[in-house]
């Protein structure tokens, strides 16, 4: 039982590259969320889902897009990355709405 | 607007003794808080939680108060252990929605031996 996964660990794109960030769960939940955490800063929420087929915005959804074609994936999109988008990003899910979140493991991204 | 602060960046306690970290939040909507630790290179993992029709709730040496009048919680650790050391993330939400979490900035708790 691996729990939440991300994929990659960490990355290195240049200004205007496009990059997928991949996250998968194996505990068959239905929600599912990407945060960004930025120097003194918390997490906040980019997107989610709160099933497969359905995506909502968070609180920073500029600059990205989501995809949950599968239950067990969450994908995370950038087309043109900025600077901006430097940051530690971290995958969680949960069972439902009430439930307790669980984060994978982050993954670290430099755009230059 | 940041709806959840931690006001101390840091905290550091003696292993033995009581670690406090605090937290306050402006939204009187929340109705569900939640703690979680951060070790480096790693995802937050949950630690305990409180809902709002509670002014206590206890796990082991972990103690979550809430002062819903002052909009204000704190996690206790008796007795703390320099296992203990790591960012501290207090988290709000609200129940009726997507339990979207909204994060404080985190307290970094060192436990010295």
């Known amino acids: 039982n691996a729990g939440v996964t991300q994929t990659p660990k960490f990355r290195v794109l240049k200004t205007g590259q496009s990059m997928t960030l991949l996250c998968a769960q194996d505990m068959n939940h239905e929600y599912m969320y990407w945060y960004r955490q930025d120097p003194g800063m918390g997490l906040r929420l980019i997107h989610y889902s709160v099933g497969e087929g359905t995506t909502a915005k968070g609180e920073v959804p500029d600059g990205y897009n989501v995809s949950r074609l599968k239950k067990q994936n969450f994908l995370l999109g950038l087309e043109s990355a900025a600077p901006s988008q430097t940051s530690v990003y971290f995958c969680?899910?949960?069972?439902?709405?009430?439930?307790?979140?669980?984060f994978g493991p982050g993954t670290r991204l430099l755009v230059l | 607007d940041q709806q959840v602060k931690q006001n101390s960046p840091s905290l550091s306690v003696q292993e033995g003794r009581i670690s406090i970290l605090n937290c306050d939040y402006t939204n009187s909507m929340f109705d569900y808080f939640l703690w979680y630790k951060k070790y480096p290179a790693e995802g937050p993992t949950f630690l305990i939680s409180?809902?709002?029709?509670?002014d206590k709730n206890e796990d082991g040496r972990f103690t979550v108060f809430l002062n819903k009048s002052a909009k204000h919680l704190s996690l206790h650790i008796v007795p703390s252990q320099p296992g203990d050391s790591a960012v501290y993330f207090c988290a709000a939400s609200l129940q009726t929605g997507a339990n979207n979490l909204f994060f404080g900035t985190g307290t970094r708790l060192t436990v010295i031996p």
């Open positions: 409180i809902s709002s029709i509670k």
């Open positions: 969680a899910s949960s069972r439902d709405g009430q439930e307790t979140q669980y």
